[in-house]
């Protein structure tokens, strides 16, 4: 595998795990939407992805994004008589999210985005000094 291979295989997975990271802070933001009952809870997203498959030499293998699923459109039903949305028998709707998933998601997702942007930082470290052997003769 050569320096540029590992920069491009390392920046695929820079940009799916950003992917990843913006799609869980969008998750938690909308964590308290509430709804009336008569209309679809806010649906989370979730991130698929799958290795991709480059040349002999590397080049153009990596991880992408194959699909952004959305959870159901139920979530779950809280009773709240006082809030304003609430139907007649004082029920909202709530997404169906999990804040511990997220948290957990978002911890793995930040690793592995520093991960493969220490492995970028290698590599050109690598290919400077690879430039800079033969300046100083």
């Known amino acids: 595998m ?3 291979s590992a920069i491009s295989t390392s920046g695929t997975g820079l ?6 990271i913006d799609v869980i802070a969008n998750n938690m933001a909308n964590l308290n ?3 009336p009952t008569s209309e679809p809870a806010f649906q ?5 992805a799958q290795d991709i498959a480059g040349r002999a030499d590397g080049i153009g293998a990596g991880v992408g994004i194959t699909a952004l699923p959305a959870s159901s459109a139920e979530g779950r039903l809280s009773y709240q008589p006082n809030n304003p949305l609430a ?6 709707r709530l997404p169906d999210i999990d804040m511990a ?3 957990g998601n978002l911890i793995m997702a930040q690793r592995a985005f520093q991960a493969n942007a220490a492995v970028v930082d290698r590599a050109r470290d690598t290919y400077l000094d690879a430039i800079n052997i033969g300046k100083n003769r």
């Open 2 to 4: 050569s320096i540029f």
């Open 15 to 20: 940009s799916t795990f950003r992917t990843w």
């Open 33 to 35: 939407t509430v709804k």
């Open 44 to 48: 989370a997203q979730y991130v698929q």
């Open 87 to 92: 139907d007649a028998k004082g029920y909202v």
């Open 101 to 103: 998933e997220q948290m």
